[in-house]
Each structure stands twice: as structure tokens, then as C-alpha cells.
């Protein structure tokens, strides 16, 4: 009995959490990789030009925080996902 409560209760957490925090759309995730892809060009490019290390250190940074955000949301929807 204990076993079916407490699984009962593990899935109306999920639902709830699911409700307030959705997954992030197909959309969403698409824009991430293409800014990523973004950001990842504009350091080739900077590279390629043999830019300043300022301008490549800030460049990446922004790199960084954009692969940081994809990688939130793949992880968010994968749990997400296992979840249901």
C-alpha cells in the first residue's frame, strides 16, 4: 500500500512541477543551437582575424553562456521526458 501512495504522490509532484516549469518547445531549443552556432562562428571569425584577446576572451564568454542555457534546457526536457 505504502508503495502506490507513495508513487501516486511522486506523480502529482511531477505534474505539478510540469505545470508551473514547462518544458521548453521544439522552437526554443532550435533558437538555442542557432545561437550557439552564432556565437560559435562570431570566435571563429575573431580567431581568424587574430582579434584581441579581449574581444576573444568576451566573445567565448558569450559562447559559454549560450551553450550553458542549451544544455539547461536539454537536460530540463530529458527529465521531463523520463519523467512521464
Known amino acids: 500500500m505504502f508503495q502506490v501512495t507513495t508513487l501516486i504522490g511522486d506523480a502529482e509532484k511531477v505534474e505539478k512541477e510540469l505545470i508551473k516549469n514547462p518544458p521548453p518547445s ?47 534546457w536539454k537536460s530540463d526536457l530529458s527529465l521531463s521526458l523520463c519523467r512521464i
Open 26 to 72: 521544439a522552437a526554443d531549443i532550435e533558437a538555442a543551437k542557432a545561437l550557439v552556432k552564432e556565437k560559435g562562428e562570431a570566435v571563429a571569425q575573431l580567431k581568424s582575424a587574430k582579434a584581441g584577446r579581449a574581444e576573444i576572451t568576451a566573445s567565448v564568454a558569450e559562447l559559454n553562456k549560450a551553450k550553458e542555457i542549451s544544455r539547461g
